[in-house]
């Protein structure tokens, strides 16, 4: 799956039927589409416009979370192992690589949380200490779906019409297409697609600056998280540094004091999106009402690690626990006080 897209050969052999239909330009969602068509045996399209290499990333697909609860991180590593696998299997293995990570908390009760996220990590073979996780997964190339079964579409293809009763219909060319399931599987197409009016209370989109710098002093690990201040850093092998920023208050300043310099530190490229994050801190994976959509939401840097798992659940076929940790997660139940996690103040 990774490689090359096929958008032009699979407009011509595009069927009038599919078991799922996913919307997402993110490797959470060509992961689970690919998984779905070739070990599930699924008919799946995939809506998404291709990525440019210019454009820069708006996550850092790291296999780590700011999570307290231990299942997360079991369903988590058991993701980084699939995936791998999956790699492998690919002749893709370069697709993964392991990075250390520092995280910097600043306020007492964000040193409070991790402690308790790394106590949780270390069960699941994710050591650290005083903050540096010393080898985290990251995917380092972007996933692509060359020579898959995959049918994949421009994201102006595609229009979802909802009925009065508020049911969501996928129309293709102006044709409708019956469709078993509709995923909505990144951040962009959930806030374009699902109305203010159906999404879950639990969702919450906020501004994002992405940045890369000229090349500066070298950071204290190649990624950097700044969960109190909302940064996110990442060093390429040329020094250089691309920063996520979220929020919209003190933008620079908050940057500013991540940063080891030289000041000043140009700024080769700026990008602004919107991103959505959940108010408890745990992920949001289930069907809304009255849309029957599938939103999968709030899996933060980690969700691509998910895609082995998310696949299996959306196929009928979920591993030991998957479904239970789903359910649990699931936007339709009156409490989220067993899942609730961590939220930091820089994430709100």
């Known amino acids: 799956m990774?490689?090359?897209?096929?958008?032009?050969?699979?407009?011509?052999?595009?069927?009038?039927?599919?078991?799922?239909?996913?919307?997402?330009g993110n490797a959470l969602a060509s992961l689970v589409a690919g998984l779905l068509a070739h070990d599930h045996n699924k008919q799946v399209l995939l809506?998404?416009?291709?990525?440019?290499?210019?454009?820069?990333?708006?996550?850092?697909?790291?296999a780590?979370?700011?999570?307290?609860?231990?299942?997360s991180w079991k369903m988590l590593q058991r993701?980084?192992?699939?995936?791998?696998?999956?790699?492998?299997?690919?002749?893709?293995?370069?697709?993964?690589?392991?990075?250390?990570?520092?995280?910097?908390?600043?306020?007492?009760?964000?040193?409070?949380?991790?402690?308790?996220?790394?106590?949780?990590?270390?069960?699941?073979?994710?050591?650290?200490?005083?903050?540096?996780?010393?080898?985290?997964?990251?995917?380092?190339?972007?996933?692509?779906?060359a020579e898959s079964r995959v049918v994949t579409i421009g994201r102006e293809a595609a229009?979802?019409?909802?009925?009065?009763?508020?049911?969501?219909a996928l129309v293709v060319s102006?044709?409708?297409?019956?469709?078993?399931?509709i995923v909505v599987a990144d951040e962009a197409a959930l806030l374009e697609l699902v109305p203010p009016a159906q999404r879950p209370a639990q969702l919450v989109g906020r501004p994002m600056t992405g940045t890369l710098t000229s090349p500066a002093k070298k950071l204290a690990a190649p990624v950097m998280l700044f969960p109190d201040r909302g940064v996110s850093l990442q060093q390429r092998p040329d020094l250089s540094i691309l920063a996520l920023v979220s929020g919209d208050g003190e933008v620079d300043a908050r940057l500013a004091s991540t940063l080891p310099g030289p000041f000043p530190l140009q700024r080769l490229a700026t990008t602004h999106f919107r991103c959505?994050?959940?108010?408890?801190?745990?992920?949001?994976?289930?069907?809304?009402?009255?849309?029957?959509?599938?939103?999968?939401?709030?899996?933060?840097?980690?969700?691509?690690?998910?895609?082995?798992?998310?696949?299996?659940?959306?196929?009928?076929v979920p591993g030991d626990g998957e479904k239970?940790?789903?359910?649990?997660?699931d936007p339709s139940r009156p409490t989220r006080e067993a899942v609730a996690d961590f939220v930091a103040t820089g994430a709100a």
Do not use: N
């Open 2 to 24: 990774a490689g090359a897209d096929c958008r032009t050969e699979c407009l011509i052999r595009m069927s009038s039927t599919y078991d799922f239909a996913i919307f997402g």
């Open 47 to 62: 809506i998404a416009d291709p990525v440019s290499p210019q454009r820069l990333p708006r996550s850092i697909d790291l």
């Open 64 to 71: 780590l979370l700011l999570a307290t609860r231990p299942q």
């Open 79 to 145: 993701g980084v192992a699939e995936t791998r696998a999956l790699m492998a299997s690919l002749q893709a293995s370069d697709a993964l690589d392991a990075a250390p990570v520092r995280i910097v908390a600043d306020l007492p009760r964000t040193k409070a949380a991790l402690a308790h996220v790394a106590a949780s990590a270390q069960g699941y073979g994710q050591t650290s200490r005083d903050g540096l996780f010393p080898s985290v997964a990251r995917l380092a190339v972007p996933v692509a779906l």
């Open 159 to 168: 229009v979802l019409e909802f009925s009065r009763a508020g049911t969501a």
């Open 174 to 181: 102006g044709e409708p297409t019956a469709v078993g399931q």
């Open 276 to 316: 959505v994050s959940t108010v408890d801190g745990a992920p949001l994976i289930g069907r809304i009402k009255p849309s029957k959509l599938m939103v999968l939401a709030g899996l933060g840097e980690a969700a691509a690690f998910f895609a082995p798992l998310i696949a299996r659940l959306l196929a009928g």
């Open 324 to 329: 239970e940790w789903a359910s649990a997660h």
